[in-house]
């Protein structure tokens, strides 16, 4: 699975952090930093939105700060993947498969609307998908399997337990459509 951008901006910066940690640690063993060292100025200081105001006057403190920060930024934003894409993939399981048709269909669910008139709703892709099979001709004649939100994976659901579909004995008969011409 191929990462992108945002994933590998999250690693570099959960890393990153976890390096600053991990030398300030370094550095204090090995004695170039001591925690006893305080500046007569900051050494590390800090504001967010005018809220939250930090200042360490102690230079391995700041080390150990900034490197937290980059790692508590990277776990902040490291929310699950909003599902752009939905690949979903299986395998059918039919001597020919030619005459098996895979549909994926949506439920309807209402939508409240508000006095006012107004419509608004959060909808989740998977909530009401399903995958449907139809085989005529084949032992099942029809399959179907209600997706679960917990089935998507990075964006990728694996259908496994697809049945096989065994052909029946004599003629299928199979509606015209615009992918099967009518005979002549």
């Given at each position: 699975m191929p990462l992108n951008t945002f994933d590998?901006?999250?690693?570099?910066?959960?890393?990153?952090?976890?390096?600053?940690?991990v030398g300030s640690i370094f550095l204090l063993y090995q004695g170039v930093i001591?925690?006893?060292?305080?500046?007569?100025?900051t050494a590390l200081e800090a504001e967010f939105k005018n809220q939250l105001k930090v200042n360490?006057?102690?230079?391995a403190l700041g080390l150990f700060a900034i490197?937290?920060?980059?790692?508590?930024?990277?776990?902040?934003?490291?929310?699950?993947?909003?599902?752009?894409t939905l690949v979903i993939s299986g395998q059918i399981k039919a001597a020919d498969p030619t005459g098996v048709f895979v549909k994926l269909k949506s439920e309807e669910?209402?939508?409240?609307?508000?006095?006012?008139?107004?419509?608004?709703?959060?909808?989740?892709?998977?909530?009401?998908?399903?995958i449907r099979i139809d085989a005529?001709?084949?032992?099942?004649?029809?399959?179907?399997?209600?997706?679960?939100?917990?089935?998507?994976k990075y964006g990728r659901i694996e259908i496994k337990n697809i049945p096989e579909f065994v052909p029946t004995s004599g003629v299928v008969l199979v509606k015209p459509g615009?992918?099967?011409?009518?005979p002549r």
């Open positions: 590998v901006i999250l690693i570099l910066c959960g890393l990153t952090g976890v390096v600053m940690v001591k925690l006893s060292e305080r500046s007569a100025g360490v006057r102690n230079p490197g937290f920060s980059f790692f508590v930024l990277a776990l902040y934003f490291a929310k699950p993947h909003e599902v752009g669910w209402p939508i409240q609307i508000s006095s006012e008139g107004r419509i608004f709703a959060t909808i989740e892709p998977l909530e009401k998908l399903a005529p001709g084949h032992r099942p004649p029809m399959w179907y399997h209600q997706l679960l939100p917990e089935e998507a615009l992918d099967s011409p009518i």
